[in-house]
Structure formats: structure tokens, C-alpha cells
């Protein structure tokens, strides 16, 4: 029998400027409830299966990926710094 091992969360952290406030997770909140689900789907997606390649996810280089959901017809795109190799993390910026 195969061992296979168990998933391992990554941390997502939204992108924070000085004053403390987070454009990545007020864009979302602006979203439509059925836009926010699909987008929030393919963030667990990427979050639980990492690496993820396309569709979802696209390397941009230098660290830098995007995590795309398609919502009928319309992209919705999230950038991802991945600082998946030492410390699994990954920030997002619109």
C-alpha cells in the first residue's frame, strides 16, 4: 500500500500598506456573493494543492503567480507572491 501524505495548508496573507488597510480583501468584499465563492473556491484550491498549474494557476516569475477563476466569461484574476519553498506562504495582490 501507498503512503500518501497529508496535505499541507499554506497560509494565505492579503497584502497590507501602512495605513493598515487591505485593498485584496476589499475588492473581494465588493464582489458579487457568487463572484466571492468562486474566487474563495480556487484560493482553498490553491491554498490546499499547491503546486497548482494551469488553469488555475500561472507562474508570472521571479516567485510571482496568479490564481485566475472564470465566472462566465469574466477573469477574475488575484496575484500571488509564493514564498511556497522555505516558509509556505503565499500574499495576494490585486
Known amino acids: ?10 497560509p494565505l496573507i492579503f497584502y497590507r500598506t501602512g495605513a493598515g488597510s487591505e485593498p485584496v480583501r476589499e475588492w473581494l ?15 482553498l484550491r490553491a491554498q490546499w494543492r499547491w503546486p497548482v ?3 488555475l494557476c500561472r507562474p508570472l516569475g521571479n516567485g510571482m503567480w496568479e490564481v485566475r477563476t ?7 484574476v488575484c496575484r500571488s507572491v509564493s514564498i511556497a519553498a522555505p516558509c509556505g506562504t503565499a500574499r495576494f495582490y490585486q
Do not use: N, S, T
Not at 1 to 10: A, N, W
Not at 70 to 76: F, H, N, P
Open 29 to 43: 468584499k465588493g464582489l458579487p456573493e457568487v463572484e466571492r465563492q468562486a474566487i474563495g473556491k480556487d484560493l
Open 53 to 55: 498549474g494551469m488553469p
Open 70 to 76: 472564470y465566472r462566465q466569461g469574466v477573469q477574475r
Open 1 to 10: 500500500m501507498l503512503d500518501h501524505p497529508q496535505p499541507q495548508k499554506i
